[in-house]
């Protein structure tokens, strides 16, 4: 499906028949993520450091969730670039 502006909706449905004759069915419009079913803040956090595990150590992951959770109280972003800067060179 596609909507006015043309965006691609990524939906899924799913529909199991059982040995008894129960079908159970189960419908997602919108993917776990997305504006409208959007990931719970403890699930970011897990999804980021499950993902980082490749780059960064387990000191520097913390780190990385530390200052992102006290962006706004920064002086600057200094330490936290040098982090992802050397995250993404060790991705190359």
């Given at each position: ?56 150590s387990d000191m520097e992951i ?6 992102t959770q006290s962006l706004d ?20």
């Amino acid at each position: 499906r596609s909507t006015a502006l043309g965006l691609v909706l990524v939906s899924a449905r799913v529909s199991v028949r059982t040995k008894d004759g129960r079908e159970l069915k189960k419908e997602m419009l919108h993917r776990l993520g997305s504006p409208e079913n959007p990931l719970e803040p403890e699930k970011v956090r897990e999804k980021f450091r499950t993902l980082a595990r490749h780059c960064l150590s387990d000191m520097e992951i913390d780190e990385v969730v530390s200052l992102t959770q006290s962006l706004d109280r920064q002086e600057d972003l200094d330490k936290l670039t040098a982090i992802l800067a050397k995250a993404t060179s060790a991705a190359t």
